[in-house]
């Protein structure tokens, strides 16, 4: 039941993942770090901004902002790492396990948790346009992310029902 050693879509599948990884954790330190140096340098940022026009509020609203795509690009990380882990499984030739059901219900939950943080960075994003003319946005919340989260939610099920039906024949056998 296992597939070809090396199948070249699997190797490829696992190299981009590894590089999306480490994008997320990478671009997810840099806003971490950007946070305390946005307060350290607080008399800084805020002469820049008024030099822009930009009320002194939009300070916060960027460190909101910087916070809630950590928390975005951590979660990423994480669905990266469990659809890593899932390849790793088909490379073996054992797609359907356990573990592999749970992987996809979290992914499911992840992505659902990156809308729900969607909803004020999206809002602060607009705020801030609003009081700058220097800045404009194209984010917006969609429903494509949830309709991802159905989809991971159904295929967890299927795997799920795989794997009994998998353990089913092996006892009758």
Do not use: Q
């Not at 190299?15 to 997810?28: G, P, Q, R, S």
């Not at 494509?144 to 795989?162: M, N, P, Q, S, T």
Request: aromatic share 6%.
């Amino acid at each position: 039941m296992s597939l070809r050693p090396k199948d070249p879509l699997l190797a490829a599948a696992r190299v981009v993942l590894m590089i999306a990884m480490a994008t997320m954790a990478v671009a997810c330190a840099a806003m971490v770090i950007a946070v305390p140096a946005i307060i350290v340098f607080k008399t800084a940022v805020l002469a820049e901004l008024s030099s822009k026009a930009v009320p002194g509020e939009a300070l916060w609203a960027l460190v909101l902002i910087l916070l809630l795509a950590a928390l975005c690009t951590a979660l990423g990380f994480l669905f990266f790492r469990h659809m890593y882990r899932i390849v790793g499984t088909v490379a073996d030739g054992d797609p359907f396990i356990p573990a592999n059901a749970s992987r996809l219900s979290a992914m499911g939950w992840i992505v659902v948790a990156v809308n729900v943080a969607g909803i004020p960075l999206v809002s602060t994003l607009r705020w801030l346009e609003s009081v700058s003319e220097h800045m404009h946005t194209e984010a917006g919340n969609d429903v494509d992310g949830l309709l991802l989260a159905l989809v991971l939610f159904i295929l967890a099920r299927v795997f799920r029902e795989g794997t009994r039906l998998r353990d089913e024949v092996e006892g009758t056998v």
